[in-house]
T-cell receptor, first 114, second 112 residues
């Protein structure tokens, strides 16, 4: 158990809908990362927050947004969902930012868009 | 374009048969190279961080090494429970960007 929690574990929704994925980092970790994993693309970095502020952006679509709250938990919002958004979404956390800190991953949320 | 390439894509070994997995990378300055293990349907599990060429780290049957252009994950006398996908990832030396680039992984299957 990495100490990172994600809810829900599974989510099934229809095209055009909006969903929110939630992540709680390890105790004491300030940095949160979101990744998307699909069979053909591997693990793709989406976005990073550090102590409540956006720090880095990867291949995140404009239909997706995220935030980190004062208690350091984070939410990833996915809107106008398409079939191609079906994937595993992982959250990871690290103690700080920079300096090659290792990231600890949660169990993931499996999103299925029908 | 920055890239992380892992080889082979898949590897089948007999129990006890040692081998190595390769991760080659091209980034403009390396802040850290990470190895993870991922079981099907689960989140990646952190194994090692390497920071500079010549560095080595060991954990049980696994040993990770780093050169200026690649890293190797050596597996000595593997057991069936070592079967998993092994992921390599690199973090670039940039001012504020902690972007992590993952390779597509090596699927390792150890036969009893």
């Amino acid at each position: 158990d990495s100490g990172v929690t994600q809810t829900p574990k599974h989510l099934i929704t229809a095209t055009g809908q909006r969903v929110t994925l939630r992540c709680s980092p390890r105790s004491g970790d300030l940095s949160v990362y979101w990744y998307q994993q699909s069979l053909d693309q591997g693990l793709q970095f989406l976005i990073q927050y550090y102590n409540g502020e956006e720090r880095a952006k990867g291949n995140i679509l404009e239909r997706f947004s995220a935030q980190q709250f004062p208690d350091l938990h984070s939410e990833l919002n996915l809107s106008s969902l398409e079939l191609g958004d079906s994937a595993l979404y992982f959250c990871a956390s690290s103690v700080a930012a920079g300096q090659g800190y290792e990231q600890y991953f949660g169990p993931g949320t499996r999103l299925t868009v029908t | 374009e920055d890239q992380v390439t892992q080889s082979p894509e898949a590897l089948r070994l007999q129990e006890g048969e040692s081998s190595s997995l390769n991760c080659s990378y091209t980034v403009s300055g390396l802040r850290g190279l990470f190895w993870y293990r991922q079981d099907p349907g689960k989140g990646p599990e952190f194994l090692f961080t390497l920071y500079s060429a010549g560095e080595e780290k060991e954990k049980e049957r696994l040993k990770a090494t780093l050169t200026k252009k690649e890293s190797f994950l050596h597996i000595t006398a593997p057991k069936p429970e070592d079967s998993a996908t092994y992921l390599c990832a690199v973090q670039e030396q940039r001012n504020r960007d902690d972007k992590i680039i993952f390779g597509k992984g090596t699927r390792l299957h150890i036969l009893p």
